[in-house]
């Protein structure tokens, strides 16, 4: 199999202030961890490029993203960093850093459905999965998932695609643009309650949302994959997978208080490329959400991407 790795130098540049677990680090982390156990060798590396204004309106209303790009390219110009919400800051490479992301979201989907690759991982900060149609919160600002599975329906003429969220906390930005498009099937699970306290009852018929109570184990994740989430999804019969992959589940990540370990990670993506060897000729693109214990994320994602990559 080939898988593709899309990064940029450009997502070390978003830096929310000295402590926030959202820091450059993060990415550090993870490519120090996939050089440690080789696995860098089995991938293929690309620069992401910068998302258009066109990609980004197809998950955002065209005002917020035109509204968002100045309010970050003035971060950027006058070097000042800009407060979006309590815990969402604009630094000045934070507008380099979210084009990026978006556009490596969207370069993968390219890859992955022009046969350049057969899966493929976006490496790249900010994440996505809390912004809204028309707000950026919860350390998110263009929603990297929602725009890639859009791309893929909008531009590239496929008719279903599933989004699959594992991050700790629900995908409510994602919920708020996917809902009602029937066109894609969104199951997730997530801590709750927790941030962002939204996911309970989803919002519309195209949503499979599974609350974990605190301290839920891999044993309760599994359960509600085979019960929940893979019937949905073969009933679906999604053209192409994307998922929100956030790490923050992990049992040493002190954003949440789920118990999943390395396993629980090679176990779930091994389930989503069975069910995309059925129905989707094994199209994958996954996005980093969240995950901020660096070496619990490191591993996380190194088990992930060895499972993508057809090597666990
Ligand atoms: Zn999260």
Not at 34 to 59: F, I, K, N, Y
């Amino acid at each position: 199999m080939s898988t593709a790795f899309f990064s940029h130098t450009a997502c070390r540049g978003h830096d929310m202030g000295a402590g926030h677990p959202e820091c450059p680090q993060r990415l550090d982390a993870i490519t120090d961890q996939l050089r440690a156990s080789g696995l860098d060798a089995l991938v293929q590396p690309h620069d992401a490029p910068e998302a258009t204004m066109a990609q980004l309106g197809r998950a955002h209303e065209t005002g917020y993203v035109h509204e968002l790009y100045d309010v970050l390219a003035q971060a950027q110009a006058s070097g000042r960093p800009r407060a979006l919400d309590p815990d969402t800051s604009a630094s000045p490479g934070t507008l380099a850093a979210a084009l990026r992301a978006a556009g490596a979201a969207v370069a993968a989907t390219d890859a992955v459905i022009e046969g350049r690759a057969d899966n493929a991982f976006c490496a790249v900060r900010p994440p996505g999965h809390h912004a809204t149609r028309g707000q950026a919160m919860g350390f998110c600002f263009f929603n990297n998932v929602a725009v890639a599975a859009r791309h893929a329906l909008d531009h590239h003429g496929l008719q279903r695609v599933a989004i699959v969220d594992f991050d700790v906390h629900h995908g409510n930005g994602t919920e708020d643009i996917v809902a009602g498009d029937e066109r894609i099937l969104m199951v997730s699970f997530f801590q709750h309650p927790l941030y962002p306290y939204s996911g309970a009852v989803p919002r519309g018929t195209n949503m499979v949302n599974v609350p974990l109570p605190p301290y839920s184990r891999g044993e309760h994740m599994r359960q509600a994959v085979e019960q929940q989430w893979l019937p949905a999804l073969e009933a679906f019969a999604p053209q192409m997978l994307f998922i929100s992959a956030g790490f923050d589940a992990h049992r040493e990540d002190e954003l949440g208080q789920l118990g999943l370990v390395e396993d629980d990670y090679a176990w779930l993506t091994r389930q989503l490329l069975a069910v995309a060897g059925r129905h989707a000729g094994g199209r994958v693109v996954s996005c980093l959400e969240g995950g901020y214990h660096l070496g619990a994320l490191g591993r996380s994602v190194a088990t992930h991407l060895k499972v993508l990559a057809g090597a666990h």
